[in-house]
């Protein structure tokens, strides 16, 4: 039996009841996050954690916990579920009232749920890399917010899905900007380039760990937009998430990257990243 939480409680999951009310199931109103766990160990908690307080800032949603109690009640929840390697997933809602584009007056107590996956790291995807398509990036302008209201990335993810790809790299008008559940990033000629952090992309924490990364391994870094055309030209591509980690993109809609072969900055990306999630 596996346990979730709910509020401040850990819980068996089938003792979980979410009101039919919860603005997060009738309106997508809420946040959410998602944590690496490494043999029992997180990775890069706190900057997650950091990013659903931002998130909730941004719609002015106030979450009932500070970020030290919310730490440790996911801490509580790894350990009552003996995770080994996997994520826990958690987000916050709006709470329970009346459905109502408006937010409640006075505002109701937000609901906080989580529950934990074992799953492997896909090394198999890290060794021989992914393909990709390209697709219009049809989301709304508020990518910076960790939004549970999916729907956009979820009709772009399951297009790259029915191709036989593992996502989709997505542009507006014409610029890249991420994929439908990652970023994505380019090396050309020993430089490393990457979409701005601003609100049409997510600031992913695994995003900032390579830009660490390409920092300590001398791969010099610009945070500048690309366009589709340069896709082609493009000697190395990454995807990044928590669970995608450092992964390589082979091919994309059918045209080889690189011949098909993983790349040497991307391998050092990776070992620089594994040298991280080791020393945990």
Not at 27 to 56: C, M, N, P, W
Not at 60 to 75: A, C, F, Q
Not at 161 to 190: F, M, P, Q, W
Request: charged share 25%.
């Amino acid at each position: 039996m596996s346990y979730v939480l709910y509020k401040d409680q850990i819980m068996k999951q089938d003792e979980v009841v979410i009101s039919q009310e919860d603005r997060g199931y009738q309106l997508g109103d809420g946040v959410y996050e998602v944590v690496k766990v490494y043999d029992g160990q997180f990775f890069t908690a706190k900057e997650h954690i950091d990013r659903l307080y931002a998130s909730a800032d941004k719609i002015s949603l106030v979450i009932p916990y500070t970020k030290d109690v919310l730490h440790k009640l996911l801490h509580d929840l790894v350990e009552k579920n003996e995770l080994g390697t996997g994520h826990v997933y958690f987000q916050v809602t709006r709470g329970v009232a009346p459905r109502n584009h408006i937010f409640p007056e006075p505002a109701v107590e937000a609901i906080l749920t989580a529950n934990v996956t074992e799953n492997p790291r896909p090394k198999a995807n890290f060794e021989n890399g992914v393909r990709v398509i390209v697709a219009e990036d049809i989301r709304w302008s508020r990518c910076d917010i960790k939004s549970i209201s999916l729907l956009g990335a979820v009709m772009l993810k399951q297009q790259a899905h029915a191709a036989g790809c593992y996502e989709a790299i997505l542009h507006r008008d014409g610029v890249v900007t991420e994929c439908s559940s990652s970023n994505v990033l380019a090396i050309k000629d020993g430089v490393l380039y990457t979409h701005p952090a601003n609100n049409l992309i997510l600031n992913g924490i695994t995003r900032q760990v390579i830009l660490q990364c390409a920092n300590e391994i001398g791969l010099p870094i610009k945070e500048e937009a690309f366009r589709v055309e340069d896709i082609a030209m493009m000697d190395e591509l990454i995807v990044s998430s928590t669970t995608s980690e450092v992964t390589p993109i082979v091919e994309v809609d059918g045209n080889k990257v690189n011949g098909g072969i993983v790349g040497e900055w991307t391998r050092k990306l990776q070992q620089a990243f594994n040298a991280k999630v080791e020393a945990l």
